[in-house]
């Protein structure tokens, strides 16, 4: 998205608001918080990701001439909002937890204060940001766990739903500790490792799959080799023949099983391998994996050596989508809320503390932002007058420690694949339950 346009990724609803604030002389500073209502089903908790490039890009949120042309043609807008709109910079403040934090339901992932008009500006850009990257990176934890150690890379890129996607996807799944890419965009966008094989197609312009074997290793000398293209095991057996020829300058790093049954392959192949004497050529599985197959393959005890995980993990199938919201909780120092069944919101701007024993995570409190709480608070002021502030931008080695670490602090049924029962406790201070309770007795 090219940065003078940026401002037109809203919903038109937005605009419309933000004329009519103006026209009504709203524009005292307001609060918006950005959180997830409830957790999906198959999640214990979400890794918060995605927030700093979207605060990045607020920096340069603009309306160039071209977009205030084509709002003009709407025929909804006046002279003087488009003038606004033509004027427009941000200049409030955001505070937000790190990126590749763990939160969960009702907490706040970043919190907007800024101008009314400003601040509800930002609501379908920040959203569309937060959850995307969310939701995936969320996703690979669950993949990483099942892996237990065992190195994971992305090829999902073909499969995403488009190229943004694709590209903050990689981004996503990397911070989280995914080992590398097939993504070659993305790693040299972002510096992420690339990695890859070959495909079955490589196999089949050739006369034999020893040719293509001897041909491919040519050129790549530490490649992996595709074996399922025919009879995997007798593509062990090409293998070993290729090694007897090369000798010392055999240097094939792996091969990679991409169907039929992995559990009795891997074993079949790891013999295979050891008879040619191949110890040191590992074993790579890749083809419709999610958590479970890895799970229930780390849990067999089989030979593989690393993962390649693509259509489940790009598109996080089993759960999509987040109940992520954008709600104003305050105007003019003065909290809002809602009365819609289900759908509560905590006035007012908040803190969540996170109380760590002995280096488990016990319980989180979401407090009112001034609250005096025990835990290490998680909202940090990341953008202030408009800009970021650069001590709490990290580089993306910082943000894969970050996640590593504040992982490892979560109870294992929380971090497990499986539901944890009981769930990760999180509560609401009895200040804010008080301060929610007077402002739901003023609107009534």
Sequence with gaps: MKTANSGLFTDLYELTMVQAYLEEDLTKEAVFSLYVRDLPERRNYLLACG???????????????????????????????????????????????????PIFADEPILEVMAPLPQAQLLETFLMNQVHLQTTLASKATRILEAAAGKPVIDFGARRTHGMDAALQGSLAFYKAGIE?????????????PVTGTMA??????????????????????????????????????????????????????????????????????????????????GIVVSGG?????????????????????????GVSSDAPSLNIVYKLCSYDGKGATKLSPGKPILPGAKQIHRIINDSTATHD????????????????TAMRHGG?????????????AHCNLQRSYLPDTVRSIEPADPPYDVRVSPDLEAYTASVEREIS
């Design 51 to 101: 927030q700093q490039e979207a605060i990045q890009a607020i920096e340069s949120f603009r309306f160039d001439d071209e977009s205030i042309d084509y709002l003009r043609t709407l025929d909804l807008f006046r002279p003087s909002f488009l003038d606004w709109l033509t004027n427009f910079r941000f200049q409030g403040t955001i505070r937000a937890v790190a990126e590749g934090t």
């Design 180 to 192: 590398a890419t097939s993504n070659v965009l993305a790693g040299k966008r972002f510096g992420i």
């Design 200 to 281: 079955h197609s490589y196999i089949q312009t050739h006369e034999s799959e020893k040719e293509a074997f001897r041909s491919f290793a040519s050129q790549y000398p530490e490649t992996i080799l595709l074996i399922d293209t025919y009879d995997t095991l007798e593509a062990v057996d090409r293998i070993g023949e290729l090694a007897s020829e090369l000798g010392d300058a055999f240097r094939i790093r792996g091969v990679r099983i991409d169907s039929g049954d992995l559990e009795e392959l891997s074993r079949a192949v790891r013999q295979k391998l050891n008879s040619h004497e191949l110890e040191s050529v």
């Design 289 to 313: 994996l999610d958590e479970e197959k890895i799970a229930a393959l780390v849990a067999s005890k089989v030979p593989i050596d690393g993962f390649g995980v693509g259509t489940h993990m």
């Design 365 to 380: 409190i979401i407090g009112r932002y001034d609250e005096s709480l025990p835990g290490s608070p998680l909202l940090k």
């Design 388 to 400: 970021m502030v650069h001590s709490w931008k990290q580089s993306l080695s910082s943000i894969r």
